[in-house]
C-alpha cells in the first residue's frame, strides 16, 4: 500500500536536503578561498572500476555536486577485468599527482579484485572517503581524521536535529569497516552506549526494541520492521537498496519513530556533501591554505 505523507509524518522526517545544501555553500566558500589564496582548484579524482549502473549514476551525482561548488571532478573509468595490481599502481600514480586533493575508489568493485588492497594504496592526506586502516584507527581513537562519508554525514544529521546521543542506547546493524563499524565508533566517541549488529545477529529484533537511536546499514531492502521499533525512537535509514529504497520498512516504522530519515532524501545528500567538504579540507591542508 501506497504511504500517504500528512502533516504529522512530516514532522517526524530527518531531511538531509537542507544541511547538505548548507555543507556544499561551506565548501564553496572554502574552495573560493584556496583558489584566492594558491591558484588552484580543489580536485577530486573518481576511480570507477566496471559498469556497474548503481555505481556509475552515483559517481555523476557526486560529479555534478562538485560542478556546482567549483570544485573540479577527474574520473578515471577502467575495465572490469583489470588486476588488483593494475589498478592499485593507477591509484598510487593519482596519489603521487600534486594537482589531485582526494581520491574516491567507489565500490564496490568487482571481484576478484582484492578492495582492501586497493583502499590501502591511498594516501591518508588524500583519503578522502575514510577508507584506510589508518584512517579507520584514528576514528576509533577519536582523532582527527577525514572520516568515512556515510558515518559522519549522519552525525551532522543528527546534531542537525538535535539529537541527544549522551548515555543514549545506539543500536548499529552493519558491520562494513567504512559504515558500521566506523559509527560504532563515533557514536561511542559521542558517549552513546552501542550494540552493533550485523544480519546473523541473533534475536534482533529484541536488541533493535532497546534502541534509542537506530543506525540501518545492513543492506537489505526493507530489513526493519516497524514492530521492532521502540516508541520515540530516532531511525536512520543508511541503505540504498534497488529500486530506491532502503533498508527500513518506512511505512510501518514512522509510526513509532520520533524522527526518521526518507530514502531518498535522507542520508545520501549529505554522505555527499561531506565529500566535497572533506576534499576541500584535505586541498587546504596540502596546499598550505589557513582558514583563520
Known amino acids: 500500500m501506497l504511504f500517504v505523507m500528512d502533516a504529522i509524518h512530516k514532522t517526524k522526517l530527518m531531511d538531509g536536503r537542507g544541511p547538505a545544501r548548507r555543507l556544499r555553500e561551506q565548501a564553496r566558500a572554502k574552495i573560493e578561498r584556496i583558489r584566492e589564496q594558491t591558484g588552484q582548484t580543489p580536485t577530486l579524482a573518481t576511480v570507477l572500476v566496471g559498469n556497474d549502473p548503481a555505481s556509475a549514476a552515483y559517481v555523476r551525482m557526486k560529479r555534478r555536486r562538485c560542478d556546482e561548488v567549483g570544485m573540479r571532478s577527474l574520473l578515471i573509468e577502467l575495465p572490469a577485468e583489470i588486476s588488483t595490481e593494475t589498478l592499485v599502481a593507477e591509484v598510487r600514480r593519482l596519489g603521487d599527482d600534486p594537482a589531485v586533493h582526494?581520491?574516491?575508489?567507489?565500490?564496490?568493485?568487482?571481484?576478484p579484485i582484492d578492495r582492501r588492497a586497493v583502499f590501502e594504496s591511498?594516501?591518508?592526506e588524500k583519503d578522502v572517503d575514510g577508507v584506510t586502516s589508518a584512517t579507520?584507527?584514528?576514528?576509533?581513537?577519536?582523532?582527527?581524521?577525514f572520516?568515512?562519508?556515510?558515518?559522519?554525514g549522519i552525525m551532522r544529521l543528527l546534531d542537525e536535529y538535535h539529537v541527544e546521543l549522551d548515555g543514549v542506547h545506539a543500536v548499529v546493524i552493519g558491520r562494513s569497516p567504512i559504515l558500521?563499524?566506523?559509527?560504532?565508533?563515533?557514536l561511542i566517541n559521542r558517549h552513546a552506549t552501542v550494540t552493533l549488529c550485523h544480519s546473523r545477529t541473533r534475536?534482533?529484533?529484541?536488541?533493535?526494541?532497546?534502541?534509542?537511536?537506530?543506525i540501518a546499514a545492513v543492506g537489505k531492502p526493507r530489513f526493519v520492521q516497524g514492530g521492532w521499533i521502540k516508541l520515540g525512537a530516532v531511525i536512520i535509514d543508511a541503505g540504498y537498496n534497488e529500486g530506491?529504497?532502503?533498508d527500513v520498512d518506512f511505512d510501518t516504522c514512522i509510526e513509532p519513530a520520533?524522527?526518521?530519515?526518507?530514502?531518498?532524501?535522507?542520508?545520501?545528500?549529505?554522505?555527499?556533501a561531506t565529500l566535497i567538504d572533506q576534499t576541500a579540507d584535505a586541498a587546504a591542508m596540502q596546499l598550505g591554505v589557513q582558514w583563520r
Open 258 to 272: 520520533s524522527l526518521i530519515t526518507p530514502v531518498p532524501g535522507g542520508v545520501g545528500p549529505m554522505t555527499i
Open 122 to 124: 591511498i594516501p591518508i
Open 180 to 186: 558500521g563499524r566506523p559509527m560504532a565508533s563515533m
Open 203 to 214: 534475536a534482533l529484533p529484541n536488541i533493535v526494541r532497546q534502541a534509542d537511536v537506530l
Open 244 to 246: 530506491i529504497i532502503g
Open 136 to 145: 579507520l584507527g584514528r576514528v576509533i581513537l577519536g582523532m582527527p581524521a
Open 147 to 152: 572520516v568515512p562519508c556515510t558515518p559522519r
Open 102 to 111: 582526494g581520491i574516491l575508489v567507489q565500490h564496490p568493485v568487482p571481484r
